[in-house]
């Protein structure tokens, strides 16, 4: 469901987490709870996961309707926290009129820009949807440790996240593809430029700018804005 690397010990803890996050929510039993925090290091699949169960409820909404799960389509809302940060006054609280109406949360990378929340403003945004989603379903990811919460946001943003599951994946391997090096960055760049050495820059029946045919798709996408 997740489709991450499971070899390593925490990305399978964190497909585990993350699974039973998504039938809980998918079946909405609150027994165990309706919050659950991934933290840990960028590139550990935190992102990749949040979006899966994104991906997965919002395919399956309507089906967990009618299967007598939720009174009706529990509505799905996906923030890059970010993002909300530097929202506008008059934006944030469009933002909360649609965090108020759904059922259902996902809070990706709050936390990233830490340095922000010394203002005090962006916590208390924190803690105002925190406040807003108590009775909701919410999966959020940070890549800031549990014992950093209460420096780095603010007490009171740490007591209401105190309850959530947790999954601390401190020391987890970083997935995603590292960058060439320069120096075989500049290999293929001398390679590219060879090549287009002996490409004309003029022929019959192309456009003189882009030297592609006229008429041809690869003619019309450059020609598009």
């Not at 799960?69 to 799905?76: D, K, L, T």
């Not at 469009?94 to 990378?109: F, G, Q």
């Not at 203002?119 to 803690?127: M, N, V």
Request: charged share 25%.
């Amino acid at each position: 469901m997740i489709g991450l690397n499971e070899t390593a010990p925490l990305s399978n803890r964190l497909a585990k987490f993350i699974e039973a996050w998504i039938k809980a929510a998918a079946s909405n039993k609150r027994d165990k709870g309706t919050w659950m925090v991934i933290s840990g290091p960028p590139g550990a699949g935190k992102t990749h996961s949040l979006k899966a169960a994104r991906r997965f409820l919002e395919n399956h909404n309507v089906d967990l309707w009618h299967e007598c799960y939720w009174p009706s389509p529990p509505a799905i809302l996906w923030a890059t926290w970010s993002r909300i940060i530097a929202l506008e006054r008059d934006e944030w609280d469009d933002w909360l009129y649609d965090l108020r109406r759904a059922s259902i949360v996902i809070l990706d990378d709050v936390g990233s820009e830490v340095d922000k929340y010394k203002t005090g403003e962006p916590a208390e945004r924190l803690r105002v949807a925190l406040e807003t989603c108590e009775r909701r379903w919410l999966l959020m990811s940070t890549n800031l440790r549990p014992d950093k919460w209460a420096s780095a946001f603010d007490q009171r943003v740490n007591s209401r996240l105190q309850p959530a599951v947790t999954l601390d994946m401190t020391g987890a391997i970083d997935f995603r593809p590292t960058k060439k090096p320069a120096n075989q960055r500049l290999q293929v760049a001398a390679v590219a430029s060879i090549g287009a050495a002996h490409v004309p820059q003029i022929l019959p029946g192309r456009d003189a700018r882009s030297g592609c045919r006229s008429g041809s798709l690869a003619h019309r996408l450059q020609r598009q804005p």
